[in-house]
């Protein structure tokens, strides 16, 4: 178990999570969890220390159960994406929605995507390849990022949403998705354009989120759009349907 020493250096850690360095404890704490995971799965010996620490900061620290966490990644990996990747040719509908965009960085770097949740309809079997896609695109997103940066941004564009947009096991099985096999890859959720109805089923998933994620979504007033934006992203890396100078670009042909 974690001490609260221990608990205080993970917040300082936290704190500067956007930084590569890795401290001391941290560090300590990344080789006795190598240490173990290498003798229960050999092809951990591929992964690099700043995946195994991303591991460690969605577990507080605690060496054990970070440890189990990360073998239940690398399983559910092998088996979910057998030859490392995704291809399109498995999720054809969910390219023609044409609803996940990726351009631009924001200040500290972080990849910018935009989702727009109109765009998103459920159909016959469609949660198996709604997942599939999370993975593709979750993969491409992080291929995108600069060295020095683990985390990525989301604006989540909720204009012209309804229920017939709404898909509670697709969201729930986003998050799971996120959570569990990309920690600490999101750094911030932007939220817009979010009607009335929506928050009926946000109070369902909202249970479902942990601690770490909940301190990274932000719902925005539609008045305070723009300079919420501009806060974080600079004009000429803003996409253009927010005011900034970046055509979206879908999220295949990025």
């Known amino acids: 178990m974690s001490s609260d020493h221990d608990h205080e250096k993970m917040e300082e850690a936290r704190d500067g999570e956007d930084t590569m360095e890795i401290n001391e404890m941290e560090q300590t704490k990344v080789r006795l969890m190598r240490a173990y995971v290498e003798s229960q799965d050999p092809s951990s010996q591929e992964v690099d220390d700043l995946m195994m620490r991303r591991f460690l900061r969605a ?5 054990e159960k970070a440890s189990a966490f990360f073998l239940r990644y690398l399983k559910w990996r092998q088996a ?5 990747s995704i291809s399109l040719s498995v999720v054809p509908n969910e390219v023609a929605q044409n609803k996940m965009f990726l351009q631009g960085f924001d200040k500290q770097g972080r990849p910018i995507t935009v989702v727009l949740g109109a765009r998103h309809f459920q159909y016959q079997e469609s949660l198996a390849e709604f997942k599939r896609f999370l993975v593709y695109a979750f993969d491409k997103i992080c291929a995108r990022m600069p060295g020095g940066q683990e985390k ?3 604006i989540g564009d909720l204009e012209g949403w309804g229920y017939s947009n709404s898909d509670m096991r697709g969201y729930l099985g986003a998050l799971s998705i996120l959570q569990d096999y990309y ?4 750094g911030k959720l932007f939220i817009i354009h ?3 109805i929506f928050m009926a089923v946000w109070k369902f998933v909202y249970p479902f989120i942990d601690k770490n994620t909940k301190k990274k979504i932000v719902f925005v007033e539609k008045t305070k759009l723009r300079s919420t934006l501009l806060e974080e992203i600079d004009e000429s890396q803003l996409p ?3 005011g900034g100078k970046l055509p979206l670009v879908p999220i295949q042909d990025s």
Do not use: Q
Request: glycine content about 0%.
């Open 80 to 84: 979910f994406v057998p030859n490392d």
């Open 183 to 186: 920690p600490e890859r999101l």
């Open 240 to 242: 253009n349907i927010y």
């Open 152 to 154: 990525f941004v989301v």
């Open 194 to 196: 979010a009607p009335y």
């Open 59 to 63: 577990r507080d620290l605690d060496v």
